[in-house]
């Protein structure tokens, strides 16, 4: 975390003094860099140099209305799993052109708001959310462009909890009912198929996941174009890891090097949907130690931040480096 460093004794957040930060407005409270998130867009942008690519922030890693306003000036195209996520997106300035919008389990009122906002694609998963988008298109005279989200059945050698391209997951569409699927896509009178999808799962470190479920999307890419399909974009997820202590992941022109190398189409517009790897270093939750307590077997330091606040540790034993201010 580069942005944050000590001088003259002091943790600073670019150059700022964190302890004026506390006295202005209290504790616990959430700093961010926007230099270190510009600096991390960018590093994918720049890395893609001339294909044709679409980054979109995965609104879920942090959907603080200032960070998306932040991303929206760059020019950052948005992932959305839900309409709370997409009037965030719009009251950021974010193009509404440039949102993609995932998940398993929208609801109808979702895609008509999000039909109506004009947004670039769905990611559908499953034959029944087809069927309903489809009818809610219906409703209102609309064509509602998808892509569909294929599962690779790749262990993104990640916590269970947030890998999500295995079968035994609940997200996508196997690989062995994508033609079926896209068959079923392409008849209905409401749909236009754009493009297709994968997600493998978030916190990746491991150097070949994004690569390996990338080359067996490709095989279905190949089958759809012998079928006469003729797609514009190929969305390759997001999930790329972060160091938190001793882990070794990818750079992110590291990753777009070796996914822009096995994709050899260069008409086809590459999406791509980080998250993590944009916000989760450059932020810092300020709290205050209000107590010390100990008993026979501990010693404790009592905050008054939750773990509301800082949920990693209690839902999947995150490790998190805690530093005196």
């Not at 506390?22 to 504790?27: D, K």
């Not at 990746?204 to 012998?226: F, M, Q, Y």
């Not at 404790?300 to 540790?313: S, W």
Request: aromatic residues 6%.
């Amino acid at each position: 975390m580069q942005h944050f460093s000590y001088q003259n004794g002091q943790l600073c957040a670019d150059q700022l003094p964190l302890i004026e930060v506390a006295q202005r407005f209290g504790t616990p409270c959430y700093v961010y860099s926007r230099a270190a998130i510009e600096e991390q867009w960018l590093a994918y942008d720049r890395a893609f140099a001339k294909r044709s690519h679409l980054i979109c922030y995965a609104v879920k890693a942090n959907s603080n209305i200032a960070v998306l306003n932040l991303l929206a000036n760059l020019g950052s195209g948005f992932d959305i799993v839900s309409i709370g996520e997409l009037e965030r997106v719009l009251r950021a300035g974010g193009n509404p052109d440039k949102v993609i919008f995932s998940g398993v389990g929208k609801q109808r009122q979702e895609m008509a708001r999000a039909l109506a906002a004009g947004i670039k694609c769905f990611n559908v998963e499953s034959s029944s959310e087809l069927m309903r988008l489809n009818d809610v298109a219906a409703q209102s005279g609309q064509i509602a462009p998808i892509s569909l989200r294929i599962n690779p059945d790749i262990d993104a050698d990640t916590h269970p909890y947030i890998a999500t391209g295995l079968n035994s997951n609940k997200f996508g569409i196997q690989m062995q009912d994508a033609i079926s699927v896209y068959a079923q896509a392409q008849s209905l009178p409401h749909i236009k198929v754009a493009g297709i999808a994968c997600h493998i799962g978030s916190q990746i470190t491991g150097k070949t996941p994004h690569v390996d479920a990338l080359k067996r999307l490709l095989v279905v890419v190949e089958n759809l174009e012998n079928s006469g399909f003729d797609l514009e974009y190929i969305d390759i997820g997001g999930g790329l890891g972060i160091r938190y202590r001793d882990e070794e992941p990818l750079l992110a022109p590291q990753l777009v090097s070796m996914l822009c190398e096995t994709i050899t189409d260069t008409s086809m517009q590459i999406i791509i949907e980080p998250g993590r790897s944009i916000v989760g270093n450059a932020g810092v939750l300020l709290t205050r130690v209000e107590y010390l307590k100990e008993n026979a077997d501990k010693n404790f330091a009592i905050l008054d931040a939750g773990m509301n606040d800082l949920l990693r540790p209690a839902l999947y034993d995150a490790w998190q480096n805690i530093l005196p201010v």
